[in-house]
């Protein structure tokens, strides 16, 4: 399952970070790594990005982004 | 002693910056990028100089603020590093620590909003802190002032007896022994290009290919590197750039858990949440953007503006009127009399008309981005942006530019990337600003009485689409490969500091004097000069006569294609140069009509209403006027760059008013 399928209130832990270059790079800088614990906070009013809540801040991603991050769902 | 400043975005490194120098900085940019670099004296300590460096979150090699972070750090050795933490957020921020840590530099923990950890009964445990990471640690709270001057003291003496960090070792199993093997395979290199050897190492493993290229590693070497790395990444299981992050996020982990004690979160983070649920609320937060946005264009350009230009106003006329009499009463030539009047005064008096505008709106501005909205307008408009390669954080800047196209090229500094920087100002202008409204409304009244609404409407959707358009083009072209990625955090809320706003509008409101004076002030002298003497150089007593006409003859040819090849059509638009609303005054002149009002039943002797609106849809287009020019090449820091990009924008100009008027044509 990936990031994006996740619902806004339900938290996952990341299991790989897909994607390649400076946006993969960007998402492990700002600590979205392997074993890292992520509450989706909500869904922007159009739609897209989504807001993030994980290692203690809030954090947006786009949905297309959040697609190539590996999760399972944590209840 | 030169000190770098360095640390995430949001972490209050502006108001430490603005703590530790006062108003005694010096702004300018890195060469070759249009990323903004700050230096100042700190207060009391007159040989100690602070640079402000980018807010970054990564040394990694893939945006221009970290590349010229890097390159600053490497090539210009700072005696010190004071790194700046937001300990509401300390582990993402401890990630650029850690890398900061392996350049091996004298260095200092500034450790930000402690104020807010201990109100809300959290606590951090300082010496704890110290001895995970090998360098000293200050509590401070930068908004209130507290522990700069502790902070202070510990950096310049750690800079003066240049003790290096007690730790450079933040690894543990295959990736600890990659990075050794890799330090002792490039020692030499390191040495003689002077990186410092731990950073030059894990960056290595990390496959940092500006690393690889300035240590010169010749092809042995790089199959060494390549076997060592590629045998890490087969026993992590994971790949070289996960791997590190990894390492670094689980020490960071455990230094946390030994010395953060918190509480949840922090009262600040809670009230944040309370707000997003109004301010990013699913269906509110479009109308209250909207709302927002439309109070701080009525305040700057209607009620305060207005108030503040009206007072200036004002006194440049009480100015200009005592000077015109003591001209006329030292029988002075007239010319020289005009160049002052006309010339100087005008000049100076167009420049100054800006100002008002420009400390109202950066004082809103500034409210809007150091509260943390401007995070949240990105985050609800991003999708839209998106299709042409820009993000949400583009939106504000561009819908200034239906103010003022000067602002807005001014505010689109703040952009974190400078890809989406320069796309920005290139697409700004196109923004109907409402100097044009002069100009729309003069037209309308002549050709479209009927349908004024309409064709306003439709001038504004045009500059609209053809932005869209360029921006599409541009994102295939110029600016094509992936655009800077959108992970962006949405800070806390926080009420904005009265001295850093005051800080921020005096900044650009000297910048915009400084800069946009010179240019601005050529340039009316240049008109007036080109409006009052002939090509014999000789005075005239009718503008008919004058070197503007027969620069606007010469050229009227070119408009020709686009229906309106009469002279004063064109010399209209290129004294529309100084300043839009000048179209209009300039027309009436060379109509020989008193007032403006009086001009429109004369329009048709030039216009139909078809190249009516293709003048229109040019002057809507064309490049701006040259305070905005002023701007742009300020903010571009080329003037190559900014003269093409005019060249540019009015050939779109031509090309779409042609497209317009030739079609027109066709089916009229």
């Not at chain 1, 979205?32 to 990005?49: C, E, F, S, Y």
């Not at chain 2, 975005?9 to 900085?25: A, M, W």
């Not at chain 2, 207005?306 to 006329?317: E, K, Q």
Request: with cysteine.
């Amino acid at each position: 399952m990936t990031l994006n399928e996740l619902k806004a209130g339900s938290r996952a832990v990341v299991t790989s970070v897909g994607g390649e270059g400076a946006l993969r790079r960007r998402l492990l800088d700002m600590g979205i790594t392997p074993k890292t614990l992520v509450l989706v906070r909500k869904v922007a009013p159009m739609g897209d990005p989504i807001e993030l809540f994980l290692r203690g801040y809030e954090l947006t991603v786009r949905s297309d982004d959040a697609a190539k991050i590996e999760i399972k769902p944590v209840e | 002693m030169v000190l770098a400043l360095i640390g995430n975005q949001n972490s209050g490194k502006t108001t430490l910056f603005n703590q530790l120098t006062g108003s005694n900085q010096h702004v300018g940019n890195f060469p070759g990028v249009t990323v903004e670099k700050k230096e100042g004296r700190i207060k009391n300590l007159k040989d100690v100089t602070v640079v402000d460096l980018p807010g970054i979150y990564s040394l990694s090699p893939y945006t221009a603020e970290e590349v010229v972070t890097r390159d600053f750090l490497l090539k210009d050795r700072p005696d010190g590093i004071i790194n700046i933490v937001d300990a509401t957020n300390i582990e993402r921020n401890l990630y650029l620590t850690l890398q900061l840590i392996e350049l091996n530099f004298p260095m200092v923990l500034a450790l930000n909003m402690m104020d807010e950890v201990s109100a809300s009964g959290g606590s951090i445990d300082i010496p704890k802190l110290e001895e995970w990471l090998g360098i000293p640690v200050v509590p401070i709270s930068a908004s209130k002032n507290q522990g700069v001057s502790e902070l202070v003291s510990r950096i310049t003496s750690v800079a003066e007896l240049g003790t290096s960090p007690k730790r450079l070792d933040f690894c543990s199993g295959e990736v600890h022994r990659a990075i050794h093997a890799v330090a002792h395979l490039v020692d030499d290199h390191a040495f003689v290009q002077r990186i410092p050897l731990r950073f030059a190492a894990t960056k290595l493993v990390e496959g940092d290919i500006p690393t690889i290229n300035a240590l010169k590693l010749n092809q042995n070497e790089l199959e060494t590197l390549k076997h060592i790395t590629d045998e890490m990444e087969a026993i992590v299981g994971m790949d070289r750039e996960a791997a590190l992050a990894d390492m670094r996020y689980s020490y960071i982990e455990k230094a946390s858990a030994a010395a953060v004690h918190k509480s949840g979160e922090t009262k600040e983070q809670r009230r944040s949440l309370q707000i997003d649920s109004v301010l990013t609320h699913k269906y509110l937060s479009i109308p209250i953007f909207i709302t927002i946005m439309g109070t701080i264009f009525w305040l700057t350009f209607g009620v305060i503006g207005a108030f503040l230009r009206r007072i200036m106003n004002v006194g440049i006329s009480f100015i200009t009127g005592v000077t015109d009499t003591a001209l006329t009463r030292a029988g002075i030539s007239p010319i020289v009399h005009s160049l002052v009047i006309d010339g100087v005064f005008a000049g100076v008096g167009s420049v100054l008309s800006f100002l008002p505008t420009i400390l109202v709106l950066f004082f809103f501005l500034s409210m809007l981005e150091d509260s943390g909205y401007m995070a949240r307008v990105a985050f609800v408009m991003d999708k839209l942006l998106r299709k042409i390669g820009l993000s949400g954080r583009s939106f504000v800047p561009m819908l200034i530019g239906f103010g003022c196209s000067v602002p807005a090229v001014m505010s689109a500094r703040t952009l974190a990337s400078e890809r989406d920087r320069k796309m920005t100002i290139m697409l700004t202008p196109f923004m109907s600003c409402s100097a044009k409204l002069p100009i729309y409304a003069m037209i309308t009244a002549a050709f479209f009485t009927e349908h004024e609404a309409l064709v306003m409407i439709s001038l504004y959707l045009l500059g609209i689409a053809v932005a869209i358009i360029y921006g599409l083009i541009l994102k295939s072209t110029l600016f094509r490969g992936n655009p800077v990625p959108f992970v962006m955090e949405l800070p806390a809320y926080r009420l904005p500091s009265a001295k850093t706003i005051t800080l921020h509008m005096w900044e650009k409101a000297k910048d915009f004097l400084r800069k946009a004076f010179t240019v601005i002030f050529v340039a009316t002298i240049v008109i007036w000069f080109l409006q009052n003497f002939n090509i014999r150089f000789n005075p005239v007593t009718n503008s008919e006569d004058s070197m503007l006409a027969a620069v606007g003859t010469f050229l009227s040819p070119v408009f020709a294609p686009l229906g309106f090849s009469d002279w004063r059509a064109s010399t209209a638009l290129l004294s529309g140069l100084t300043a839009k609303e000048a179209v209009v005054s300039t027309l009436a002149v060379l109509m020989n009509v008193s007032n403006p009002e009086g001009l429109a039943p004369l329009l048709t002797k030039i216009f139909t209403p078809l190249s009516a609106f293709s003048f229109l849809c040019f002057t809507l287009l064309y490049m701006p006027c040259v305070a905005a020019f002023a701007a742009i090449k300020r903010e571009m820091g080329s003037l190559i760059e900014a003269v093409s990009l005019m060249v540019m924008q009015t050939g779109i100009a031509w090309l779409v008013a042609f497209i317009i008027y030739q079609t027109g044509k066709v089916l009229i």
